[in-house]
């Protein structure tokens, strides 16, 4: 590496320093700018926590991973949603979620047991599952799949929980209201409409209702011979996700509750707007049950269903008005009190910083994908260099992510006293080429330009 910047250096003092091949692009736009695409949708994560201890008890099984099905990606997020709505929005104290390998059909039954134990006789109880769901064999019933159920119907069958029975336990408790939502289809197929048991017979398909008792409700997400698919343009699983939404306040006017008809009619509604898929979900109970308060406005989810908004997209994150520069390879936020400085010898950057000893270069080395990754690799060898003069490894490499760029960082050491300084190299596979991103100073330098040196990765933009 010493003999590189020498090499750098001393091409330059023949050539009289090459000229940089920069475009100033000018300061980072403040405003954004919209474009025609499908609208991101909403985040339901945050969530305004009430005051006071609440009686109530949630159960929450979402699978993502099956042992041997297709996997339901999406599934744990909304999970992750549903129990911050719990614990925040209606500030419940007791929350049993599971998920993948927690979730067979054993640990669910027994979870069920100790809630319904634990349940308030003027609380509600919840349950909400996530994944998959499939028809018994004589379509008496439908079934919820736990985690490890197997590719043949014998085995989905064996490893499955019947609504009925589900629902049974959970009303064996004292509990005033029961809320159950079943996000799963009973078709006995994936989102994609794939078989869950390839080459065995389909599931017969179920279509009978479920009979509830007066404080029961039983929200499912798609008829008995339909798939309950995702949101379109995402991959999380559209049921839940939209009937939490629902809960925010999407199903009713600001200010105005929401009943169980409300969320019926609504929930209705919005599948119908999705194109090339039939999903009818249904809410089974009493109508006049009150879910929640509507508190924030329908965000236009039909039109998100029908893939028919705006979206607005931020052109730049970078708002403090600092100069964008274009090398041709590589777009990047000029750091302050850093100074462009000659290239060459590949290196596309080069920069000093004015207020003490420190170097940063960018050197972009084309290579296939293959060859890239042996570079990197080849990178974390305790020394290397030319002609026997090399660099001693003092920490790294480690895999971190800056900004959107994942690459790998490890830190080096030059023991030559005439030219004793430390080194940090960022190397990145990005646009068809490795970008080495290095850092130069003394061990005081160093600790100094990290923070600039980072910030110069996570603005980079590789072309």
């Known amino acids: 590496m010493k003999m590189k910047w020498m090499a750098v250096f001393a091409i330059a003092a023949i050539t009289g320093c090459a000229t940089p091949q920069y475009t100033v692009l000018g300061a980072a736009p403040h405003g ?20 006071g201890a609440q009686k109530d008890v949630a159960i929450i099984v979402a699978i993502e991973d099956y042992a041997f099905l297709p996997d ?38 027994r979870f069920v047991a100790q809630a319904v134990a634990n349940a308030d006789k003027d609380a509600a109880l919840w349950f909400v599952f996530i994944g998959h769901g499939a028809a018994l064999t004589d379509g008496s019933d439908g079934a919820i799949i736990g985690m490890d159920a197997q590719q043949t119907i014998t085995s989905i069958q064996a490893r499955s929980l019947p ?30 409409g794939k078989l869950l048991a390839e080459g065995t017979q389909p599931v017969v398909p179920i279509s009978k209702p479920m009979a509830t008792t007066k404080g029961t409700l039983v929200f499912s997400a798609a008829a008995g011979d339909e798939v309950a698919g995702q949101l379109p343009g995402s991959t999380r699983p559209a049921f839940s996700y939209l009937l939490l939404g629902g809960l925010r306040g999407w199903a009713s006017d600001p200010g105005t509750d929401i009943s169980a008809g409300d969320m019926d009619l609504w929930l209705k509604q919005q599948f119908r707007q999705i194109r090339g898929r039939q999903q009818t979900p249904n809410v089974e109970g009493n109508s006049d049950i009150v879910l929640a308060r509507a508190t924030e406005e329908d965000p236009g989810v039909a039109r998100m269903m029908r893939g028919e ?44 910083n004015t207020y003490g000893a420190g170097e940063i270069s960018v050197t972009r080395m084309a290579m296939s994908p293959n060859q890239g990754a042996a570079w990197i690799q080849g990178s974390s060898d305790p020394e290397y260099g030319a002609a026997g003069i090399g660099h001693v490894k003092i920490a790294g490499p480690e895999r971190v992510v800056w900004g959107k760029t994942t690459g790998v ?35 005081a330098g160093i600790e100094e330009a990290a923070p600039v040196f980072e910030e110069l990765v996570s603005t980079s933009e590789f072309k």
């Open 309 to 352: 908004v705006t979206k607005t997209v931020v052109t730049n994150t970078n708002t403090t008005g600092e100069t964008r520069i274009d090398t041709g390879h590589l777009e990047f936020t000029q750091p302050k009190d850093w100074a462009i400085g000659p290239v060459g010898m590949g290196v596309i950057l080069y920069l000093t």
């Open 409 to 443: 960082i490890s830190a080096w050491d030059d023991p030559d006293p005439n030219f004793a300084a430390q080194y940090v190299h960022f190397d990145t596979y990005q646009a068809g080429a490795v970008f080495r991103f290095t850092l130069k100073a003394g061990a």
């Open 72 to 109: 339901v990606p999406g599934a744990i997020q909304n999970a992750n949603d549903w129990e911050n709505y719990f614990r925040k929005a209606r500030g419940m104290k007791e929350v049993y979620t599971l998920t993948d390998k927690a979730a067979t059909s054993e640990e669910i039954q």
């Open 32 to 51: 954004t700018q919209t474009t025609q695409g499908v609208q991101d949708w909403p985040e339901l994560s945050s969530w305004e926590s009430v005051e």
């Open 163 to 192: 609504r009925k029975s589900l629902i049974a336990s959970l009303e064996a408790g004292k509990q005033a209201r029961t809320m159950v939502v079943l996000d799963a289809c009973f078709s006995g197929r994936d989102p994609e």
